[in-house]
Nanobody
Framework: QVHVVESGGGSVQAGGSLTLSCVVS???????????MAWFRQVQGKEREGIAI???????DYVDSVKGRFTISRDPSKDSLYLHINSLKPEDTAMYYC??????????????????WGQGTQVTVSS
């Protein structure tokens, strides 16, 4: 059974940094290079949005609003996915979710590409 747990959220001032961590225990697909893991975020009252995607074998992609500020990485030896966030802005305030899939999808930007989700970690950025 796969269990996904995010951590690292909190309240920070604009311009600050955070690192979000996600442990994906029981995940047996670390050897599948084309499978994806991702970070999504959801602003209250809005739809959940994919912001950073990584293929297990390497290669990442970001939504334009976070490019240059967010970095996604993974460490299979620790069953972990990370999101390093710099230069935080108030508009980054959201619940952040970690996701992993269990099959190959050519488009990893969609929520429907992911079978495993965490409960989320809240990031609040004050101006």
């Amino acid at each position: 059974q796969v269990h996904v747990v995010e951590s690292g959220g909190g309240s920070v001032q604009a311009g600050g940094s955070l690192t979000l961590s996600c442990v994906v225990s029981g995940y047996s697909y670390w050897g599948y290079r084309d499978y994806c893991m991702a970070w999504f975020r959801q602003v209250q009252g809005k739809e959940r949005e994919g912001i950073a995607i990584i293929r297990i074998g390497g290669g990442s992609d970001y939504v334009d609003s976070v490019k240059g500020r967010f970095t996604i990485s993974r460490d299979p030896s620790k069953d972990s996915l990370y999101l390093h966030i710099n230069s935080l802005k108030p508009e980054d305030t959201a619940m952040y979710y970690c996701a992993a899939n269990n099959a190959y999808y050519p488009d990893c930007s969609r929520e429907t590409s992911y079978a495993y989700w965490g409960q989320g970690t809240q990031v609040t950025v004050s101006s």
